[in-house]
């Protein structure tokens, strides 16, 4: 299977306005608009990190004018029409066959841009992949053209466009124009690209998730931390509820000489991992359970962001009112007594004022024999939408390939936490 890219990841909301204000909070920017068929699109972008920001109709008026239809979530121009199709849920659509009152703000669609667009749309289908936009090619006059095609995934919400931009030469995709703001769009610019996408699944269908992945898009297993389980997966269980995770991404072994042993590779910040979260049950809260139910489906639950300075980050994000997850009280008591984060120069008592975690992986030995600690740091904010759904992840990796088994425990505590005394939004 060629490789996969990602290209955009979108979201779909009722108030555009809304979500804007929160992502350039968090040091995106506006580069180009859209409007068309009644639908507003913003794309906005953090160096090599880009998302597009859909503004979902009301329910009462059909999003398709004359010169589009609408259908299987797809608001498609006429063959005469130089405008990138619109892509939305389907339960936005008065026909759709769930209830559009229920609409809840959303990501659902992660757009790559594979090498080879055919095989990786053939692949897909003889696998098993709905196809819900055949192949198409888009004219935008002295810009070029984009190909792109759109399948649904096989959990909850999701899709997946396929496009092929080789050829393009605007902005962003045809119909979009240059943001008026653009020129004095100062945003500091404190991600550089996506980590990881976490997606939510119903408790007992990780595995055949994983397998659609896997047989439709060609994506490998790699494992969370050196001690994971390959059946079982990385497990965080509490006295009252518990977690189950695995995670797959695209695979260059042929290229790279790497096999599965080697860990997590994250050596193209444009193939970001897939990460699946399903629910151990249990008496107690649990977040997936939650975000399964505010959300209304299986989704994504949030996005790691890779940043390169991650105090720097969360200080100029408070300071324009982001909020943030407070890990568990004893954290920074447990972490001060271990030996491995005491050789680290990381000043603990910033990070607690910070509310990041702080993990470690296996040390290595480098050339000179020295021996280096590999490390990451995390910080989770609140949710980013009026129900406890969808939130973000803000990430930096000192040589650590993986995810830490003790700040995703730190997490699970938080977010039930936050579950358990609150269901209003705090950002």
Not at 355 to 371: C, K, M, Y
Request: charged residues 20%; hydrophobic residues 35%.
């Amino acid at each position: 299977m060629v490789g996969l890219a990602v290209h955009h990841i979108q979201f779909a909301v009722r108030e555009g306005s809304v979500i804007l204000s929160k992502l350039q909070k968090v040091g995106f920017r506006v580069f180009a608009t859209s409007t068309y068929s009644n639908v507003r699109q913003w794309a906005v972008k953090s160096n090599r990190a880009l998302f597009l920001v859909t503004e979902v109709p009301d329910p009462s008026a059909h999003p398709a004018g004359d010169s589009c239809h609408a259908k299987d979530g797809v608001i498609s121009p006429s063959q005469t029409t130089e405008h990138y199709p619109i892509v939305l849920p389907s339960v936005a659509f008065p026909n759709s066959s769930c209830d559009t009152q229920c609409f809840n703000d959303t990501v659902f669609n992660v757009a790559f841009e594979p090498e080879d667009i055919e095989t990786t749309l053939r692949v897909a289908r003889e696998n098993g992949a709905e196809v819900i936009q055949e192949l198409r090619t888009i004219h935008d006059g002295d810009s070029g053209c984009v190909r792109f095609a759109t399948i649904r995934s096989c959990m909850g919400n999701i899709v997946h466009t396929l496009l092929d931009t080789s050829k393009y030469r605007g902005v962003f995709l045809p119909g979009f124009s240059v943001s008026k703001g653009e020129s004095n769009n100062h945003t500091q610019r404190l991600v550089d690209h996506f980590d990881h996408i976490t997606l939510a699944c119903h408790e007992g269908s990780m595995n055949d998730v994983m397998e659609w992945y896997q047989r439709c898009l060609g994506m490998k297993r790699f494992f969370l931390t050196r001690v994971e389980d390959e059946v079982e997966g990385m497990v965080v269980k509490e006295s009252s509820s518990g977690l189950r995770l695995k995670a797959l991404e695209y695979w260059r072994c042929s290229e790279e000489g790497l096999s599965l042993d080697d860990g997590v590779s994250h050596s193209d910040p444009a193939k970001p991992a897939f990460v699946f979260a399903e629910a151990i049950a249990g008496p107690g809260p649990n977040q997936i359970s939650t975000f399964l139910t505010e959300h209304g489906c299986e989704g994504v639950q949030h996005i790691g962001l890779y940043t390169p300075n991650i105090c720097d980050a969360v200080q100029h994000m408070t300071r324009a009112g982001i909020r943030f997850m407070e890990p568990p009280a004893a954290y920074y008591t447990e972490l001060s007594n271990r030996e491995e984060v005491k050789q680290l120069t990381e000043n603990l008592d910033h990070l607690k004022e910070l509310s990041v975690l702080i993990d470690t992986e296996e040390s290595l030995t480098d050339d000179q024999g020295s021996t280096v600690t590999r490390y990451l740091m995390q910080v989770f904010s609140k949710p980013m939408f009026n129900k406890d759904t969808f939130f973000l992840e803000l990430i930096q990796r000192e040589g650590s390939l993986g995810f830490g088994s003790g700040n995703i425990k730190a997490l699970w505590r938080a977010l039930d936490a936050h579950i358990a005394k609150s269901t209003e939004v705090d950002l």
